[in-house]
């Protein structure tokens, strides 16, 4: 995929890529840009195909609530089975990233940026995945991100990467800021 004039990669906007599967990667051919898609099974497909409705779903216990990724079948916390895939609000934190400046494969562009996420929903519900579509020098430890998904067409069952994008968050408007205090102090 070709980097945009900032130099991070447009997800919304990749051309399609060929789809690899473990050793059918051929990555000799230089021109190649590589996509190793998921093996899709009753426990992921959820998870890899939430996206086409928008949504990031991970797999909840529903007895405890306690969010469970990578999707297992018995909660940790309870050892319920009553394990169901349940959207999230899609936002996060960025809880840490590097910036990748080697091309390991041919067909991956450099640099691209690999970070580890973290949802409100749940203290310590994180996910590795990739940050796009914003100025990789502007990326800090807690900045907020919110999901975006890259469609990939499969003979095995289409998948829906989740991958990040800055999140401006709504507009404060002029009514939020607290003023000073009774005492002249900021709030």
């Known amino acids: 995929m070709a980097a945009p004039e900032d130099g991070v990669p447009d997800c919304r906007a990749a051309r399609p890529a060929p789809l ?13 840009t590589v996509v190793v898609l998921p ?6 497909r959820h998870f890899w195909q939430g996206g086409e409705r928008g949504e990031l779903v991970f797999s909840r216990c529903h007895d405890c609530g306690y969010y469970l990724h990578p999707p297992i079948p018995v909660c940790p916390r309870d050892q319920s089975k009553d394990v169901r895939p349940e959207a999230v ?9 590097t910036v990748n400046h080697h091309p390991w494969l041919p067909g991956f562009e450099t640099p691209y940026v690999v970070a580890i996420v973290e949802f409100p929903e749940q203290t310590g519900l994180r996910l590795t995945t990739n940050l796009v579509n914003g100025p990789i020098e502007e990326i800090r430890v807690g900045m907020p991100v919110r999901v975006v998904f890259r ?9 829906w990467v989740p991958l990040f994008e800055p999140d401006p968050g709504p507009d404060p408007g002029p009514d939020t800021d607290p003023g000073p205090d009774a005492d002249g102090g900021l709030r």
Do not use: F, I
């Open 89 to 97: 609000s899609g936002r996060a934190t960025v809880a840490s990233y």
């Open 39 to 44: 093996e899709l099974t009753d426990r992921n």
């Open 151 to 159: 469609h990939h067409e499969d003979p095995n069952g289409d998948v």
């Open 20 to 32: 690899l599967r473990g050793n059918e990667a051929n990555v000799s051919e230089p021109s190649a």
